[in-house]
């Protein structure tokens, strides 16, 4: 087998997600390697926390990126806030929430599930109803923007009815962080993880994830030992903050240039500006699907911006359609996950992806390919 | 607080890792990043196996990088080879072996110390006689190159014993592999992990890892489930594996396209070129070291040719040695760990980093700094 250096192809990535990468991101992430306890580094992993707090809008001391993908930041929070035997309620209406359930598990706890049919939101009167129903519930799961459905939560609220019952919050934010408003502070979130390659236009790698004091106070008082030695906040901390850095694992050095140039491109646009992009585009986007006839899978409040989901129409082969827009268009479109496969396509409108052109090529394709 | 794009100094990276990172992986780096499901990004995996496979001298089907640094493949290793109540030999001779150790516990399993002094090889009669008295015990973990003490242990003759007595083996060869043989298949090692950031001259944040058939069947018949789902080999191969990939998390595409680079320069090298540079390269550090009157804390066969370690001379302030190269030559080494923090450097000559231009320079900066 001969192997050549790999030559990647260039594609528009409108699926649920990795987004296109700005340049400025990958031409940061080429420049030299320096060492994980170098001071330079330090002052940049020092930045990189003040940019993840602002646009987390919070005040959190403990906010950094977790050395691995979405799928690890949300097992570091399960991993932390979760101890064998506890009960914890886990709001599922789609494939994540399911993956958070399923987390819960492994690491001991015994999960109540609050559900909602796929490509619903989370309703917190039945949030309520559960909690109401299971007093000694500790903490409280659930998952913004549900990547598998397109199905946007009012977490917010769901926040407020978690903590009327004195429990503390795990939210995911992996595809709702950079797109559409994530108000970590104001909306008393206690636990909150995000991936590094949706609505910040930067690779798949790196899960930011910031714990409030509660959280913290919450973690440093477990009785037992956070079941993995990598995702276990208290050692982690001990190279992310403090006056003295003490090696914990190397960190990806290269990577987190990357997020650190995405998080600066974020301010640079303005938090609002850039969720006001999102919007504008998906609602020209929306109209367009309309005019050629496809119908979304997820309409009104809780639809999300940054991720249509399509219906796909009868009679119509949707692995055909993919391919064709993939092979003639380079343009990707993500398929249905779990109960959704084959009933839906989900296209992404995120972060550097997010722009008219990109939207009217792929109104184009897609108009061809049917 | 005003942050601009972060520009890292050219660093001469002499310390335990991360190595210097060849341009070629940089550049690789810094290409389009693509779906992780996509049928281009799909090849470009089943050649990174490929080279994996013939890097780590192995026919192991089950051979991929597991999506996080070194210190993640560790646990993977230990969580999916670990169940509640069993007994595991740990063979400690430094911090990693100490970290295997702690990993063990946080999964339930029972350890076993089997120890050395810092600085020194584990005695393979003295893992037989833990072995011959301790018949419960179900795996065997040990470092090949201990990277906090430069001490290289003869994993093979591990390997030997521990499978007399029917224990199945992980080894850690972070700091091994590419620098000085690893034999995967010759030598009978049944999980094998290793990291992107040493010998590789690749940045961290990936961890190879090896399973062969005799792991795979073992972890295919546990009664538990492995206590993290990210971490889980058996569903992570559903992505990794197979005629239908399917998606387990988001595969971290750029970190990934700069893994395959960097197999691909050793492969272009050859592996055992490789081998003898690092050797070539160590011998002339060495002699320099002797010339200027500086000893080293390891010698003999169990050094290693790509981790020298350097005993503080009495009364020289190791710190300001250290910051005296960084601060006039650039030049990063290593500070002491643990029990030999203050008392040793750690000077690594791994990978791209291994030349006579950095020996020279690095020579020169010590003389200077004494």
Chains 1, 2 share one sequence.
């Not at 390697?33 to 403990?62: A, W």
């Not at 399911?98 to 490509?119: C, F, L, Q, S, T």
């Not at 030992?225 to 290269?254: C, E, Q």
């Amino acid at each position: 087998m001969k192997i050549n250096s790999f030559r990647p192809p260039d594609r528009i990535l409108m699926g649920p997600g990795p987004s296109n990468v700005h340049p400025r991101v990958l031409q940061a992430m080429a420049r030299p390697t320096i060492g994980h306890l170098d001071p330079e580094f330090i002052r940049m992993m020092d930045e990189l926390k003040v940019l993840l707090r602002d646009t987390f809008l919070t005040k959190n001391e403990v906010t950094f990126p977790i050395s691995g993908p979405g799928s690890l930041g949300m097992e570091a929070a399960v991993a932390n806030m979760v101890e064998p035997g506890m009960k914890v309620a886990v709001c599922v209406n789609g494939a994540f929430g399911g993956r958070i359930r399923e987390m819960v598990e492994r690491h001991g706890g015994i999960p109540v599930v609050v559900d909602a049919p796929w490509g619903q939101p989370i309703d917190p009167a039945k949030l309520e109803d559960t909690l109401s129903k299971n007093k000694d519930v500790k903490v409280v799961a659930f998952v913004h923007a549900e990547t598998s459905t397109g199905a946007r939560s009012d977490i917010a609220a769901l926040s407020k009815v978690a903590h009327k019952y004195g429990c503390l919050t795990i939210a995911d934010t992996v595809t709702s962080f950079g797109g559409i408003p994530v108000k970590v502070d104001d909306w008393e979130l206690d636990v909150v993880y995000s991936g590094s390659q949706k609505c910040l236009s930067c690779p798949p790698g790196l899960s930011p994830i910031t714990f409030n004091d509660r959280a913290v106070d919450y973690v440093k008082k477990r009785k037992t030992k956070v079941s993995s030695w990598f995702m276990d906040v208290s050692l982690i901390l001990s190279y992310w903050s403090g006056a003295k850095r003490t090696y914990h694992h190397t960190a990806p050095i290269n990577a987190l240039y990357g997020l650190h140039e995405a998080l600066l491109l974020v301010q640079e646009e303005g938090l609002d500006k850039a969720w006001a992009r999102h919007e504008k585009n998906a609602a020209m986007f929306r109209a367009g699907l309309e005019k050629i006839g496809l119908k979304s899978f997820v309409t009104g409040e809780s639809s999300l911006p940054e991720l249509a989901i399509v219906t796909v129409p009868d009679g119509v082969n949707e692995a055909a359609v993919r391919d064709h827009l993939l092979n003639k268009y380079n343009i990707e479109i993500g398929a249905g996950l779990g109960q959704l496969a084959g009933k839906i396509w989900r296209i992404g409108l995120m972060g550097y992806t997010s722009n008219e052109k990109n939207i009217k090529l792929c109104l184009k394709a897609l108009k061809d390919a049917l």
